[in-house]
């Protein structure tokens, strides 16, 4: 009885599929699976998720067009703009404690009757001790951007941080006139960061 059946033999091709025939198919989908699971972790951890705070600048406001008022096209070049410092007060401006950056959103250096101290701090940073919402931080990161940023694009950007709504803040907007006048009131600061004990003083 057992003499009768065929013995298992990977040279019978009448047997049976086998793993060699079935499974030789198959691999390139396995493979795909793995490169598409790749794909799908990498958009899911550099992508936005659409979160508005992420996308908040530049992408979501579109370009000024030329026949709105002054302060909405300095607004909208503002947001564009603040991506220059959107690395540090992170796109929704509201600093990070952990790393020693203080928020713009809320900001009493911001948020005064006069952009003077902002502006300022814009031209040629500041560093040492500043008290911002309550809080103290002491980071000499901050690069001055005097002569990176014209006096338009200070003003557009101190429109935006001064003005944006989503992050609480509702000061007037600044004209390039303004930042032209404290440029150079201020020209011999060029190159000095300034301390907070010292822009006290500004109005
Ligand atoms: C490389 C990081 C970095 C970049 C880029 C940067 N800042 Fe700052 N900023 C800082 C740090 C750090 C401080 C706190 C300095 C201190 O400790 O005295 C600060 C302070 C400030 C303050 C005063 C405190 C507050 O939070 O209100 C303002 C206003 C400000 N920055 C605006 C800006 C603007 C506007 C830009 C872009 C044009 C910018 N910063 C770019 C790091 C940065």
């Keep these: 009885m057992s003499q009768n059946k065929p013995k298992p033999s ?62 909405v096209k300095l607004y909208k070049t503002g947001a564009q703009l603040y991506a220059a410092c959107a690395g540090c007060h992170q796109p929704s ?10 928020p713009l959103a809320g900001s009493e250096w911001v948020m005064r009757e006069k952009p003077d101290r902002l502006v300022r701090i814009i031209l040629d940073a500041v560093e040492g001790p500043i ?36 992050w609480g803040n509702s000061a007037s907007y600044v004209t390039p006139a303004q930042v032209k006048a404290i440029t150079d009131a201020t020209a011999k600061n060029a190159g000095t960061k300034w301390r907070a004990t010292l822009l006290e003083a500004v109005p």
């Excluded at 699971?37 to 000024?64: M, W």
């Excluded at 401006?93 to 203080?102: H, R, T, Y």
């Design 10 to 71: 990977l040279q019978n091709r009448d047997a049976e599929p086998t793993v060699a025939a079935g499974g030789g198919v198959a691999w390139p989908f396995v493979m795909l699976g793995v490169v598409l699971f790749g794909c799908f972790l990498h958009v899911e951890n550099s992508g936005g998720a659409f979160r508005a705070d992420v996308y908040q600048s530049g992408v979501k406001l579109p370009p000024p067009m030329p026949n709105e008022p002054e302060e």
């Design 93 to 102: 401006g509201i600093g990070s404690e952990a790393l020693n950056f203080p």
């Design 131 to 166: 008290s911002v919402k309550g809080k103290t931080y002491d980071n000499a990161a901050m690069p001055p951007f005097r002569g990176a940023l014209n006096e338009r694009q200070i003003a557009a950007i101190a429109t935006y941080i001064r003005g944006n709504k989503d």
